[in-house]
C-alpha cells in the first residue's frame, strides 16, 4: 500500500555539523512532500515543502532535496544547533487531490550534541 | 490567532466510555484532519475533512466518528474507548493556497489513556 518511510530512526550530530535525514517514499502518485519538526510534547511544526516539479528547495539553513527516480527525499539541516534536536517526519500528500489526507512517515530522532 | 487549538490535553478514560475530542482552528482553513501518533511511529490518519459537512474516512477510522458542522469546528468522538485507543491525538487544519499547496497547521495535541 501507500507508505511513507525513514531509512535512520535516530541520528546524533555534534552540534555545527550538518544533518541529512532521509526518507523513502512508495507512491508514485504522490507529488508534494513536506518535512515537520515535532519537539517534545507538542504539536509538528512545519519546516519545508517541496513539489515533485523541482528537485531541490532551500530555506533557512534547511535544504530538501528530492530525487524522483529512486521515490527518495531528504533534509539537510546546516550548522545543526541544540534546538534542532527534536523528532523529524517526512509526509506526502498529493496536490490536486483532497487536502487534508497526509501520510507520514515513522520519523527521525536528531540528537545535537553541544 | 490562535490557530488549531485542541481540548482537553490530558484525559483518561475506563474501557467502554465515550468522549469528544474537540479541535477549533480560527484560520478559516478548509481541510481539517484526526491524527494518532502512537510511541515511536509516525502520525496516522484517522478522518479527515474537505469542507463543512463533508467527512471521510483515513487509514485507521475503526473506533471513531467525526462530523463538520462549521467550518471551524472538527470533533473526534469515541464510541466505546479501548486500551488500544491509548494514544496522542493531533487535530490539522490546512489550505489550499494558490499554486494548490497544502501545508497542515497541527494542534498541540490530546494525550488520551484508556484503562
Known amino acids: 500500500g501507500e507508505s511513507v518511510g525513514l531509512h535512520l530512526p535516530t541520528l546524533s550530530v555534534q552540534e555545527g555539523d550538518n544533518s541529512i535525514i532521509n526518507c523513502a517514499y512508495s507512491n508514485s502518485a504522490s507529488d508534494y512532500f513536506i518535512w515537520y519538526k515535532q519537539e517534545s510534547g507538542k504539536g509538528p511544526q512545519f519546516i519545508i515543502d517541496?513539489?515533485?516539479?523541482?528537485d531541490k528547495r532551500q530555506g533557512q539553513r534547511v535544504t530538501v532535496l528530492l530525487n524522483k527516480t529512486v521515490k527518495h527525499l531528504s533534509l539537510q539541516i546546516a550548522a545543526t544547533q541544540p534546538g534542532d534536536s527534536a523528532v523529524y517526519f517526512c509526509a506526502e500528500n498529493m496536490i490536486y487531490n483532497q487536502g487534508g489526507k497526509l501520510i507520514f512517515g515513522q520519523g527521525t530522532e536528531l540528537s545535537v550534541k553541544p | 490567532n490562535a490557530g488549531v487549538t485542541q481540548t482537553p490535553k490530558f484525559q483518561v478514560l475506563k474501557t467502554g466510555q465515550s468522549m469528544t475530542l474537540q479541535c477549533a482552528q480560527d484560520m478559516n482553513h478548509e481541510y481539517m484532519s484526526w491524527y494518532r501518533q502512537d510511541p515511536g511511529m509516525g502520525l496516522r490518519l484517522i478522518h479527515y475533512?474537505?469542507?463543512?459537512?463533508?467527512?471521510d474516512q483515513g487509514e485507521v477510522p475503526n473506533g471513531y466518528n467525526v462530523s463538520r458542522s462549521t467550518t471551524e469546528d472538527f470533533p473526534l468522538r469515541l464510541l466505546s474507548a479501548a486500551p488500544s485507543q491509548t494514544s496522542v491525538y493531533f487535530c490539522a487544519s490546512s489550505y489550499r493556497t494558490v499554486d494548490m499547496n497544502t501545508e497542515a497547521f497541527f494542534g498541540q495535541g490530546t494525550r488520551l489513556t484508556v484503562v
Open positions: 475533512s474537505v469542507g463543512a459537512g463533508i467527512t
Open positions: 517541496i513539489r515533485s516539479n523541482m
